[in-house]
């Protein structure tokens, strides 16, 4: 696991920014990105004065195409947070990169993809507003619209100058190497160990795992005997990980296709929506086996210790509403937290569409709940 990864902070207010964009000389500008998905037709945009002008010309078009049209690398849409990402191919990241400018790059990464996601949130949600109620005083002016579009095109120009999605993984792979301690899967099988002992004597059964967000298929490679692990990643680092976005993941449609354990490493913070970072929870429960599967969770410190709409006890009523209601155990180290817990009660609307089940109120709604200075405003949202 990174050390580097533990500092995450997603407050944008601590937005301090050290990270300088690389500047290029003018003729050496990239001329066509690489990009690891199949750039979308008619994506790429000229000037800044077009850009301004496409902006204006489409404030009726939905929100998310428009933002492709504006992706610099046209990365390829699957659900809001993938699209939200610039994904190319990127050049390893020297080994020598100081841990420091590895840190700020990641940290840069995670406060863009954050404004991002609250841009589009606020243009998705009053454009939902408008459809229910016209002309509703809560929608958007053109004016805001466009000056949120226009900054959705600037993030996404420096998140792409930065390397983009894929500059963002090789500096986190960076962070797991073993020179920086490994990566987080140690605390899991330490604990499965001592939780299934029978694991130990090398029983017939193996575990099936879901790794969300893999930045490397061998992490569990050691201990095929007992796991079978499979790994999923937005934009895979090797080809033994599937492109897949665990919000568009078909849903088990077997008990066999169930899953023993999910793995979450460092991906619920990565995303930029709230209410998103809840519905990747809630997915979660999904894929486990009911009774016995146990979810790994694994989030920076300051997510559960300094933010002010979260903390320890707050997940743990989350996860107790979604039916994870044995905490098998959890640990605080210098800069992440983790977790493990059973899911003792698994959906009872298992064959439905979660969304068509629910009310729009929020179970857990952003609350404040440590109105002090200096705290960060990592949140999670259930619906
Ligand atoms: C900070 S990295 C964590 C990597 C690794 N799990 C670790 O613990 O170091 C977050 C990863 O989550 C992936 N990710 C984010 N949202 C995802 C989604 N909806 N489906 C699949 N992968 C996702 C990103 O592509 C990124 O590689």
New binding site residues.
């Given amino acids: ?2 050390v580097i ?1 533990d500092t ?1 902070m997603l407050n944008t207010r601590q937005v301090v920014m050290t990270v300088n964009k690389p500047k290029r000389p003018a003729n050496k500008r990239r001329k066509t990105p690489v990009t690891a998905a199949a750039p979308v037709a008619g994506t790429r945009t000229g000037s800044g004065a077009e850009k301004k002008a496409e902006i204006s010309a489409a404030t009726d078009t939905d929100a998310m195409s428009l933002l492709l049209s504006l992706t610099p690398s046209g990365a390829e849409t ?2 809001a ?2 699209s939200l ?1 610039t994904v190319k191919n990127t050049k390893a990241v020297p080994q020598q990169k100081t841990s420091l400018a590895t840190a700020q790059l ?1 940290r840069r990464y ?1 406060v863009l993809n954050k404004e991002l996601s609250k841009c589009l949130a606020r243009i998705d949600n009053a454009r939902s507003r408008q459809l229910s109620t016209r002309n509703s005083p809560k929608t958007l002016t053109p004016e805001q619209r466009a000056a949120d579009l226009a900054r959705i095109a600037e993030i996404r120009q420096e998140m792409d100058d930065l390397g983009g ?1 894929d500059m ?2 090789k500096a ?2 960076l ?2 190497s073993k020179q920086r301690g490994g ?3 140690k605390w899991l099988i330490s604990i499965f160990k001592s939780y299934h002992p029978q694991l130990n004597r090398k029983t017939s059964l193996r575990l099936r795992l879901l ?6 298929p061998h ?1 569990y490679q050691k201990h095929s005997s007992w796991i079978h692990a499979t790994t ?4 895979p ?1 090797d080809p033994l990980i599937t492109k ?6 078909p849903m088990p449609s077997s008990p066999e296709e169930l899953f023993d354990i999910v ?5 619920v ?3 930029g929506d709230p209410t ?1 970072r809840g519905e ?1 929870l809630r997915r979660s429960t999904r894929f486990l086996v009911s009774g016995t599967g146990v979810l790994y969770l ?1 989030l920076p410190l300051p997510c559960i210790q300094n933010s002010r709409y979260m903390d320890h006890e707050l997940l743990l009523e989350m996860m107790i509403s979604l039916g994870y209601t044995t905490l098998i155990k959890h640990h605080f180290a210098r800069k992440l937290a983790y977790y493990a817990f059973q899911l003792d009660d698994g959906p009872t609307d298992k064959n439905l569409d979660s969304s068509a089940t629910r009310t729009t109120q929020s179970l857990f709604p952003k609350k404040l709940r440590h109105d002090k200075p200096n705290r960060n405003n990592f949140c999670i949202i259930l619906a």
Avoid: K, P, R, W
Wanted: aromatic share 6%.
């Fill in positions: 696991m990174s990864l995450l699957t659900s947070t993938s990402l990641i995670h999605l963002y993984q986190s792979t962070g797991q990566d987080s899967s790794d969300i967000g893999a930045l490397s992490n999923i990643d937005l934009n680092q897949m976005d665990f919000l568009e993941m793995c979450l490493s460092l991906v913070n990565f995303v998103q990747i694994v």
